[in-house]
């Protein structure tokens, strides 16, 4: 999970099937690990769709 984190700091969007093909694991997996990801407070933004993928919501206060 910690390498998912590194991933999406250094990209602005992966799709989860990338995600699964570099870890070898199921879509399924990726994204029950998305899940535990956010569940400890870390914002993460999935969208659906030909554009679409995991990236963290990165959010600028003035």
Known sequence: MF???YILLN???ISS???AEKF?????TI???IEV??????PICM??????????LILFIV
């Not at 070898?24 to 399924?28: A, I, K």
């Not at 969208?47 to 963290?56: A, V």
Request: aromatic share 4%; net charge positive.
């Open 3 to 5: 390498e998912i984190l």
């Open 47 to 56: 969208t659906q769709g030909r554009n679409g993928g995991i990236s963290l």
């Open 37 to 42: 990801i956010s569940g400890a407070g870390i």
């Open 17 to 19: 099937k990338e995600l």
């Open 31 to 33: 994204y029950r690990d």
């Open 24 to 28: 070898e694991v199921s879509v399924r």
């Open 11 to 13: 990209k602005e969007k």
